[in-house]
């Protein structure tokens, strides 16, 4: 109480609290979009920022944080005791990089089933167990609005490239905690970060 | 040697490696643009992918992928046993979310510099010792190349909005392990990926 106080008289006296005034798109793309969003800062000046959103109009505008952009999956193959992590060639990365399998949640599509259907197309491995699903988290707050849920789940099955498409170059890899420990110490390959935070904590404690 | 052999037959039979063919900037913004990426898929068909970079020139341009952009720091204060977490205004989000202290890389400057400044400029707390730090790891490598480093410290002193910039609305958090698990199930906040995973991790662990 007493903080929330102290916060509200630092606001006042600043001048107010931040506020959203307009937003411009500046791009037309397909699938990725820049925005140009003015806003009021503490001072009562009108400043701009720049977003990147993978939606028509940025959650500031709809309002619509309830689900996320798209999910990231951390699977535990229970037969071979280790995790499941690809390597995946990344346009933006103009190269190859090591994480977790991922996907885009299709319009009116459930959590559940996007993670069912890409950790098939990437993998070829199926889902036996989903056992946790985080709420929407975002991925980089002050460049983008993009949410991701993290979803923990058991699989099984063999490694198939079947499901790839065109744009897809990936190599399905089991990982066990040693393995995790090397990879997450390696600097000559590109990790994204989540899984780079996961495999730490699995490679420290053996668990997920 | 054997997954190696059958990947690259696997390569020639689609057509061949994924690879970047152009880069075009189609924005000309101060901190964020949008570029185009025309590359060839396995098909051999030249398809394009829209990025979001902070750099003049990707990073798949310039090679240039040793440091990273920014920071994300996480603090842990020795004398209080708890970790501390910002909840800070994000223009992106319009409106308020949960995450660790972060900040750009400044040229020339090194990551423990960036680590020191940014702790203090958010908070007001001191480094007192770096734990650890990751290579440079891929925020969201579907849509940009941007990149982070994980920083674990040590801190002490007291929370302040001193060094706070016109344009950040910070309230600096210390979290305990139960207070942890409590947040990392709350839907109605918003949180960072970086920050619900190495929370999770804490609030069973009781360790980062």
Not at 43 to 71: L, Y
Not at 101 to 114: H, S
């Amino acid at each position: 109480m007493l903080i929330a106080f102290f916060n509200t008289v630092k606001r006042l006296y600043k001048g107010g609290i931040m506020k959203i005034q307009n937003i411009d798109k500046i791009t037309n793309c397909r699938h990725l979009n820049l925005y140009e969003i003015s806003y009021i800062n503490q001072k009562g000046i009108e400043k701009s920022w720049h977003i990147a959103s993978r939606a028509d109009k940025p959650k500031c505008v709809t309002g619509q944080f309830d689900m996320p952009d798209a999910v990231v999956i951390v699977p535990f193959h229970k037969k071979k005791d280790k995790l499941v992590i690809i390597k995946e060639f990344r346009v933006p990365l103009g190269g190859y990089q090591y994480g977790f399998p991922a996907g885009l949640v299709d319009e009116g599509e459930k959590i559940q089933q996007t993670c069912i259907r890409e950790l098939k197309e990437e993998t070829g491995l199926n889902i036996t167990r989903i056992k946790k699903i985080s709420p929407p988290v975002y991925s980089s707050s002050g460049m983008t609005d993009e949410s991701v849920s993290m979803v923990y789940v058991e699989c099984d099955g063999k490694p198939s490239n079947k499901g790839n498409e065109d744009s897809e170059d990936i190599t399905t890899i089991f990982i066990s905690p040693p393995e995790a420990s090397e990879l997450c110490k390696d600097s000559k390959i590109k990790l994204d970060v989540k899984t780079w935070l996961v495999l730490s904590s699995f490679a420290e404690s053996g668990r997920v």
